[in-house]
């Protein structure tokens, strides 16, 4: 069975703070991506990934980070959280113009 | 700007009847649409995709449009079913291998 795994399901971290999503997908897909979901606005591409050590700014990039340093992990950083970051955040993994898989998400509340 | 617009936020149908879906977007470089479904406190799940080459692609109750011209995208259902209500997400990617998302439309399949 395919998966995506996000590292937590549930996450509160203090304004500030240095927070680190996790993504681990185990197909050996090339492509990784995250996104932000809020109400009314859908997933929003933050970054994504089409090779080890290769990242591509999505449409909201600003006040993240991510590193690839192996095929299988992807890792989101929110160099300091602030309040306006507290979403849901989906890792996703796909092949070639292939449909993705999606891990469970993390809800992020920064307070 | 969103590059990929769900225009309704909720659809509801009646058990049996047609649900369309619809989808448009503004960057002539996509070239490869997908279709996902989401429920609640899960990941979005892929459902079916199309090919710019093509204008149509068919899964069991599911198919897609394409108008290029148009830069539309529809799924149809049919028939619908209840176990099919989930908000729906169109997504569509380019060479650089990005997907972008749409806002979402809940689908509500009326007994």
């Known amino acids: 069975d395919v998966k995506v795994t996000q590292s937590s399901r549930y996450l509160v971290k203090r304004t500030g703070e240095k927070v680190f999503l996790e993504c681990v997908q185990d197909?050996?897909?090339?492509?990784m991506f995250w996104y932000r979901q809020d109400p009314g606005l859908g997933l929003r591409l933050i970054y994504f990934?089409?090779?080890?050590?290769?990242?591509e700014k999505g449409d909201i990039p600003e006040g993240y980070s991510v590193s690839r340093e192996k095929k299988e992990r992807f890792s989101l950083i929110l160099e300091s959280a602030s309040t306006n970051q507290t979403s849901m955040y989906l890792c996703?993994?796909?092949?070639?113009?292939?449909?993705?898989?999606f891990g469970q998400g993390t809800r992020l509340t920064v307070v | 700007d969103q590059q990929v617009k769900q225009n309704s936020p909720s659809l509801s149908v009646q058990e049996g009847r047609i649900s369309i879906l619809n989808c448009d977007y503004t960057?002539?470089?996509?070239?490869?649409f997908l279709w996902y479904k989401k429920y609640p406190a899960e990941g979005p799940t892929f459902l079916i995709s199309?090919?710019?080459?093509?204008d149509k692609n068919e899964d069991g109750r599911f198919t897609v449009f394409l108008n290029k011209s148009a830069k539309h995208l529809s799924l149809h259902i049919v028939p619908s079913q209840p176990g099919d209500s989930a908000v729906y997400f169109c997504?569509?990617?380019?060479?650089?291998?990005?997907?972008?998302f749409g806002a979402g439309t809940r689908l509500t399949v009326k007994p």
């Open positions: 996703a993994s796909s092949s070639y113009r292939v449909g993705a898989f």
């Open positions: 197909m050996d897909h090339e492509n």
């Open positions: 990934s089409y090779d080890v050590k290769m990242k």
């Open positions: 960057n002539s470089m996509f070239d490869y």
């Open positions: 199309i090919s710019s080459i093509k």
């Open positions: 997504a569509a990617s380019g060479r650089n291998n990005d997907m972008r």
